[in-house]
């Protein structure tokens, strides 16, 4: 059985932002982070880790971004 994840009109006001600012990234909302949407203090967490990495000296950001896009075609991801 799978977790369905949650509408924007579902989650909490804390988590509600998350939800446009991935949109207009991505152009969707991304199904993990509907899930994680589920406990806001995981989906909190989930975003300041990534935002910590990406704003991390310690890599180039053309390595990052190269590192991104390698994983995405070894996991299948469609974008």
Known sequence: ???RGLEQ???RWTVRWFYTVMRRQ?????TP???MARRPPVAFGFMV???CLEFSKGIPNQLK???CLRTAQLIGCPF
């Open 65 to 67: 971004r190269i590192v």
């Open 49 to 51: 880790a990534n935002l």
């Open 26 to 30: 991505f152009g969707k909302v991304l």
């Open 9 to 11: 009109r579902e989650v």
């Open 33 to 35: 982070f509907t899930v």
């Open 1 to 3: 059985m799978r977790i």
